[in-house]
């Protein structure tokens, strides 16, 4: 073992010796078979864990039970295995790597189970050196799921794809080198009777050096389109044009920063979008890097007319005035804040009113705010500190694996945004596929509010700095519920900025 690991230089290395398999592809890792020699130790042990409590764990990164640490526990089968691997086992492999490895306990004990996940991470976190996973299972096939799969890495050192994946077998040690390129991910279980059963940790030591953070260029924005009334009078539900319900909508809005308007665009338009989406000749793309983002969007390029006009619609000029109205944002430069807090049109304020008696629809006052912006521009109207509000968009398409991840370049961008999301195709989804919007404070697992899936529901959510967004992994119920053989949805994900 000794001798590849030394020699550091080597980019690949394969070595079988016995029981033993040591791989430097993707990272190097070891895999020890007939770890414990005795049979009865080993089940002896798996009782043991098996009568603890685990705790339900959940998040945008993971789905699993877990014990309470393990280093004061006194079960002596528990124990035992505990000062075997932190004692002898640990001086062993600190020889063999030629690194000072610490005393330090880290271990406890996982449960996957049915639809369980532990999606792409590198495990990085201070002081851990060496990870290990020692399997308790029961005859297991990869048709189980829950393999320990390995990721290549691009030039950015950021995950690229599966190129190993390790099928758990009983009383099987796993150990890897952690780094800023180990990345991996549990699998989902996908067998409903198995549990995979695994003791797991750290040995820590010094850590290997990071290469600078790969920095993702930012998502482009743009203003507005140039679209007057006639694409709201086209494409919206008339009941969202009226001006007494969208005062209704924005108090409602303002009172708790999300609203989800139910059927919001006319019925003809949602089906043909709908129709339009499942159309073959529309490109989608893979988006990544699968420690951040899992799921397809379309090539804008290919998009069929009438979701071009939706996708347009969205992004329109009409459609920015619109969302000032739900929410009561400067979403346009004919807007401006109250001092108390409250914004609204100050075109409106000057001169609206007999606009608004003449009709009381939202319309009236889109048409209005247009012509008044055009108007502005062709007298030459200055306005003071002018702020152009922008959006970015795409439509997007979720499947069984899709999913996206909180991570550190998200957080450190966050800012304030009104976040858009209109699905189609998501009739009878249920919360338990997995493919729900979670809002959570930075640093927090729990959830300060959640978006589901519905057809034709479109969901505005404000946000600000500390809060950040999630879509939990589908799951493979999602491809057994229902008459389509492989059950998926749609949406079309903005965020709109002032």
């Given at each position: 073992i000794q001798m590849p690991v030394e020699q550091k230089q080597l980019e690949f290395v394969l070595l079988f010796a016995g029981d033993l398999e040591l791989d430097c592809f993707p990272f190097p890792h070891c895999i020890i078979k007939n770890f414990l020699s005795s049979e009865v130790f080993v089940e002896n042990l798996q009782k043991e864990l098996l009568g603890l409590d685990f705790h339900e764990k959940s998040n945008d990164l993971y789905k699993f039970k877990q014990s309470d640490d393990l280093k004061k526990r006194t079960e002596p089968h528990i124990a035992g295995l505990r000062e075997g691997l932190f004692g002898r086992f640990r001086s062993w492999l600190g020889e063999v790597l030629g690194v000072e490895l610490e005393p330090t306990v880290d271990i406890s004990c996982a449960r996957y189970e049915h639809t369980d996940v532990l999606l792409c991470h590198d495990d990085e976190l201070e002081g851990r050196r060496v990870a290990f996973i020692l399997y308790l299972v029961p005859p297991w096939q990869s048709s189980d799921g829950g393999t320990l799969d390995l990721y290549s890495i691009n030039s950015n050192f950021q995950p690229q794809s599966i190129v190993k994946s390790l099928v758990p077998s009983w009383n099987t040690l796993v150990l890897f080198e952690v780094s800023p390129?180990?990345?991996?991910?549990?699998?989902?279980?996908?067998?409903?009777?198995?549990?995979?059963l695994s003791l797991s940790g750290w040995f820590h030591g010094p850590s290997l050096e990071r290469p600078p953070r790969h920095v993702e260029a930012a998502v482009p924005r743009s203003p507005h389109l140039p679209r007057d009334e006639t694409v709201l009078l086209e494409w919206v539900n008339p009941a969202y044009l009226d001006i007494s319900y969208q005062e209704q909508i924005q108090e409602e809005f303002e009172d708790s920063s999300e609203i989800q308007l139910k059927d919001f665009l006319k019925e003809e338009k949602f089906r043909e979008v709908s129709e339009a989406l499942r159309l073959t000749e529309i490109e989608w793309m893979r988006k990544g890097p699968p420690n951040k983002r899992c799921y397809e969007a379309a090539s804008l390029d290919s998009l069929p007319p009438c979701v071009k006009a939706c996708w347009e619609l969205l992004h329109s000029e009409a459609f920015f005035l619109l969302l000032s109205n739900f929410t009561g944002l400067r979403l346009h430069y004919l807007e401006k804040e109250q001092a108390g807090g409250r914004r609204s049109h100050w075109v409106v304020d000057r001169l609206g009113s007999e606009c608004e008696q003449r009709e009381r629809c939202v319309t009236a006052r889109v048409i209005f705010l247009v012509s008044a912006a055009r108007f502005c521009v062709l007298i030459g109207v200055?306005?003071?500190?002018?702020?152009?509000?922008?959006?970015?968009?795409?439509?997007?398409?979720?499947?069984?694996?899709?999913?996206?991840?909180?991570?550190?370049?998200?957080?450190?961008?966050?800012?304030?945004?009104?976040?858009?999301?209109?699905?189609?195709?998501?009739?009878?989804?249920?919360?338990?596929?997995?493919?729900?919007?979670?809002?959570?404070?930075?640093?927090?697992?729990?959830?300060?509010?959640?978006?589901?899936?519905?057809?034709?529901?479109?969901a505005l959510v404000y946000r600000d700095k500390e809060t950040l967004k999630f879509v939990k992994h589908i799951n493979h119920k999602s491809t057994s519920a229902g008459s389509s053989p492989c059950r998926g949805f749609y949406d079309f994900s903005f965020v709109y900025y002032e």
């Open positions: 390129v180990s990345f991996h991910q549990v699998s989902e279980v996908l067998s409903k009777d198995k549990c995979r200055k306005f003071s500190e002018p702020s152009i509000p922008v959006c970015c968009g795409e439509v997007r398409r979720w499947s069984h694996g899709s999913y996206t991840l909180l991570h550190d370049g998200e957080a450190a961008q966050a800012e304030y945004a009104l976040d858009l999301v209109l699905p189609f195709g998501c009739t009878d989804w249920q919360s338990e596929f997995g493919g729900l919007t979670c809002y959570v404070a930075n640093e927090e697992d729990e959830e300060l509010l959640t978006i589901y899936p519905e057809e034709n529901s479109l």
